[in-house]
């Protein structure tokens, strides 16, 4: 894709969670997740944004993207400082299941150096269990068990995975940091098998790399129900600066199934 060339912020009103109370309706939501992924994919998303000033519409030569964008004092969605798409994909245990998109740094993101306090750009969380009568009212609130984190080493930009489930006192294992630049796009590709045993397992390639840049094993599940994506940005509530980023291309599909994956979120 071409530099962009416009940006525009979008002209509806958004009220905060998960595609309600906004104007417009899910049919308009809808519409704006076809810019960034196909019909199919776009029944099982949502756009989680506390206003529309932390969506941004993006141009260039007849191509589409959208921008995630947070701000200073940003009111929190969901219990955090957050602007992301999430795509409740189905899927089971056992599935290898692949996840594709693109991402760009706007050309004047600012890192929070030097202390490099958490900040996630892409997320695979766990979700209340309707096989048990759990719901997101009597749901444990956990981190996510894989995550693409963004912090700057050495003065430069990068990009480290964050693998591991987080309950029950587990330690999670982090990657050694892949250097990337502003203003510039870069394809993910991430195959994740998925288990709550030792055979779990996530790789990472980066544009056209022969090698995954991360690779990690082991239990990859808080609990026994699908996983979901969530792409933009998620940070330290105590981060105060402006910062967007563009998604674009978003695409999942099993490789490997085993068995029916049940309702999605969005068909609840």
């Given at each position: 894709?071409?530099?962009?060339?416009?940006?525009?912020?979008?002209?509806?009103?958004?009220?905060?969670?998960?595609?309600?109370?906004?104007?417009?309706?899910?049919?308009?939501?809808l519409s704006f997740l076809r810019r960034?992924?196909?019909?199919?994919?776009?029944?099982?998303?949502?756009?989680?944004?506390?206003?529309?000033?932390?969506?941004?519409?993006?141009?260039?030569?007849?191509?589409?993207?959208?921008?995630?964008?947070?701000?200073?004092?940003?009111?929190?969605?969901?219990?955090?400082?957050?602007?992301?798409?999430?795509?409740?994909?189905?899927?089971?245990?056992?599935?290898?299941?692949?996840?594709?998109?693109?991402?760009?740094?706007?050309?004047?993101?600012?890192?929070?150096?030097?202390?490099?306090?958490?900040?996630?750009?892409?997320?695979?969380?766990?979700?209340?269990?309707?096989?048990?009568?759990?719901?997101?009212?009597?749901?444990?609130?956990?981190?996510?068990?894989?995550?693409?984190?963004?912090?700057?080493v050495d003065g430069s930009l990068a990009?480290?995975?964050?693998?591991?489930?987080?309950?029950?006192?587990h330690q999670q294992t982090v990657s050694?940091?892949?250097?990337?630049?502003?203003?510039?796009?870069?394809?993910?590709?991430?195959?994740?098998?998925?288990?709550?045993?030792?055979?779990?397992?996530?790789?990472?390639?980066?544009?056209?790399?022969?090698?995954?840049?991360?690779?990690?094993?082991?239990?990859?599940?808080?609990?026994?129900?699908?996983?979901?994506?969530?792409?933009?940005?998620?940070?330290?509530?105590?981060?105060?600066?402006?910062?967007?980023?563009?998604?674009?291309?978003?695409?999942?599909?099993?490789?490997?199934?085993?068995?029916?994956?049940?309702?999605?979120?969005?068909?609840?």
């Amino acid at each position: 894709m071409k530099n962009l060339v416009v940006l525009l912020l979008l002209a509806i009103v958004w009220a905060g969670a998960s595609g309600c109370g906004r104007a417009g309706g899910r049919g308009e939501e809808l519409s704006f997740l076809r810019r960034i992924m196909s019909d199919d994919l776009a029944v099982h998303a949502s756009l989680d944004v506390p206003s529309r000033e932390c969506l941004v519409r993006a141009d260039s030569d007849g191509e589409t993207c959208l921008g995630f964008r947070l701000l200073p004092g940003q009111p929190k969605l969901h219990g955090g400082v957050r602007a992301e798409v999430s795509v409740d994909f189905p899927h089971c245990e056992g599935d290898v299941v692949r996840y594709e998109w693109r991402f760009k740094l706007a050309e004047d993101f600012v890192s929070d150096s030097p202390d490099n306090r958490w900040w996630v750009i892409a997320q695979w969380h766990d979700q209340p269990d309707p096989l048990k009568n759990e719901t997101w009212q009597n749901h444990t609130s956990l981190s996510p068990p894989i995550s693409l984190n963004i912090g700057e080493v050495d003065g430069s930009l990068a990009i480290g995975l964050t693998y591991g489930l987080t309950r029950d006192g587990h330690q999670q294992t982090v990657s050694d940091p892949v250097a990337i630049k502003r203003n510039v796009w870069y394809r993910v590709v991430a195959n994740v098998h998925w288990s709550q045993t030792e055979t779990g397992m996530a790789e990472c390639f980066l544009d056209d790399s022969p090698e995954p840049i991360f690779v990690a094993n082991g239990p990859n599940m808080n609990n026994g129900f699908r996983h979901y994506l969530k792409l933009g940005m998620y940070r330290h509530p105590d981060i105060d600066t402006e910062n967007t980023i563009f998604v674009d291309d978003v695409a999942i599909e099993i490789s490997h199934p085993t068995s029916s994956a049940g309702p999605s979120q969005a068909d609840r």
